[in-house]
């Protein structure tokens, strides 16, 4: 069956240190790959975009990599701080039409 | 940037009564809107996919006849949950696409959600 997993434990992290967040798909093979933030009560908000062919993409303190092969892409941020705090989500291409299929997301807390 | 807006923020109704969200693009206008619902702790789960003038798509295990979904201009689209039930409480969340560069995927841009409780 077709899965997105994220770390379903919530991650915290002291200001100033990098953030890992992890997301690994089983039996899609996505076009693309995005990042969401999430806060309390709120929708998605975009962040990033991979494309499969694409191995490394980054904006301003964000960084993410997608490895096709692994099946795994990973979200970075970097000199975190406390308003990074919120959850992440990664979402995959449904195939076609702009569909997106969402893994459960990570919540991230960072630290004073 | 594009903005979503969805209203109402929150509802509460009685159990059996309906309930219409509506979902705007304020400025710009989307071709696709997409309607998911949220339960808490929990994935976002795509319900249906809207476009202008034409009958919404709806996943697999979705009742059309439950949540209907009406796409009557390029800024609007409603999703009514009818006969509402408290299993139904959830926080709904629609996004709307603007067309981009041809080959392109387009960006979905989300509305700030919508909490119902049916009690």
């Known amino acids: 069956s077709q899965k997105i997993e994220q770390n379903s434990e919530a991650l915290n992290i002291q200001e100033g240190k990098t953030a890992t967040l992890t997301c690994n798909y089983t039996?899609?093979?996505?076009?693309?790959l995005q990042w969401y933030r999430q806060d309390p009560g709120r929708g998605p908000v975009f962040l990033l975009l991979?494309?499969?062919?694409?191995k490394e993409k980054r904006k301003e303190r964000l960084k993410v990599t997608f490895d096709t092969t692994l099946k795994q892409s990973l979200f970075h941020i970097t000199a975190s701080q406390p308003a990074d705090s919120a959850t992440y989500l990664c979402?995959?291409?449904?195939?076609?039409?702009?569909?997106?299929?969402f893994g459960t997301g990570t919540q991230l807390k960072v630290e004073l | 940037g594009a903005v979503v807006s969805q209203h109402p923020s929150r509802v509460i109704c009685k159990s059996g009564t309906s309930v219409k969200i509506e979902c705007r693009s304020l400025?710009?206008?989307?071709?696709?809107m997409f309607w998911y619902r949220q339960f808490p702790k929990k994935s976002l789960m795509l319900m249906a996919t809207?476009?202008?003038?034409?009958?919404?798509?709806?996943e697999q295990g979705v009742e059309k006849d439950k949540f209907l979904i009406n796409h009557a201009s390029l800024t609007l689209s409603t999703l009514t949950v009818t006969s509402a039930h408290p299993e139904d409480s959830s926080f709904y969340i629609c996004?709307?696409?603007?067309?981009?560069?041809?080959?392109?995927?387009?960006?979905?841009?989300f509305g700030p959600g919508t909490r119902l409780t049916v009690l």
């Open positions: 996004s709307a696409t603007q067309p981009g560069l041809a080959g392109e995927v387009d960006e979905q841009f």
């Open positions: 039996n899609y093979s996505p076009a693309y």
């Open positions: 991979i494309r499969e062919n694409e």
């Open positions: 979402a995959l291409d449904a195939g076609g039409g702009n569909k997106l299929t």
């Open positions: 400025d710009f206008q989307a071709t696709t």
């Open positions: 809207s476009n202008e003038g034409s009958k919404a798509t709806y």
